[in-house]
């Protein structure tokens, strides 16, 4: 019983202590990259990586869409016993009561609503024979929703809530629009909207195919989780000043290593020192004159500049006034010749760098000093082994 007692009360003391180490770490964590910058898509200049609470979002609109889609379905018709009201229409039918896990879903249209994608505005009806869309509820003409566009019309109705198919019938293989009215007599403005409203049916089509939808998010017409989620991504990951452009003949880690340089995020002497690590010297181990940074290490190092002006003879290109690496990544922007020729010159750019940055690890943490001839040859190899693949 003592020795429970002993242990009980040393528990704080454990407690602190464990408390104590993980601050310690947390003060030792180097962080390189803000996370915004990772999820950012590639096309606005970030890493790329999925967005979880995007790909979350586009999963639970994709059971939206299926209801709109697959309406036949048992769970759809389900939910629709559940939700659906005779009296309201809604685009997508909830009962705010009624708690759940599809209330949550058709919450979803909500949050896309705050980053601007208006999700039943992507969903676009595909008109047929009418049996299953509604006639003043859904925009099935493209010139909007009718019980909006007349409203004196949409008072007047007997079934506000008819289908297409109960709205027309077809005499000797033309269309007639027919109307279940509370009352015979129409006001002068009834009448308006209802010559207004003929003129926008007359460019109707109709067909014996079922009513179909068309997700206008993306060309096949069909959802695409992918789609969504990329619309997200877009709206909320804004354009970074610089966009890198993302080479496929490269392996995946030399064009990470192109787009840490560009925004000064490699360990780097100087970048470990400014993040509070211990360093002995922040000496440039290759030239043993200057601070090591990125500009240095890669553009500025008396042994770098070699490399380069091979590889510039190599390569026909004229590097001079070069002074950062968004240039020298850019600089194929400037070049006369096809997006093939311009690709490699890129690669071989990434290759030059991904090589300078290996010669540093080996001169740092293997002591072993390479020359500026052998970093060449690697280049000149390495690029033709990945542009023939």
Known sequence: MQRQNARVDNFPDLANSISNSKNAEAKLTTYWISWDKVLTPKKNGGLGAISLRAAN?????????????DVSSLWARLVLSIHSSSRVWKFFPVRMGITGVWKNIVSVSNDLNLCNINFMELCKKQLGAGNGTFFWYEDWTGSGILKDIFPDLFQLESRKMCLIRDRYQMNGGSLEWVWEWKRMTLSMAEKIELSCCKLILQSVNISNVKDSWRWLGDNSGNFAVG????????????????????????????????????????????GLANRGVHMTSTTCVLCDADEESETHLFLQCTWVKEIWASIALWCELDLSGIDSMEQILAITHALLQSNAQKKAVNTIILATICFIWKARNDAIFNNKRVSTRLVVEEVKSNTFLWVKK
């Open 227 to 270: 789609s969504l989620r990329r619309m997200w991504e877009e709206f909320s990951f804004p354009e970074l000043a610089y966009k890198h452009f993302w080479n496929n003949w490269v392996p995946i880690k030399v064009n990470f290593l192109g787009w840490r340089a560009v925004l000064n995020r490699l360990p780097s002497k100087r």
């Open 57 to 69: 979002l586009a999963l639970l609109g994709k059971w939206l869409w299926r209801l709109k889609s």
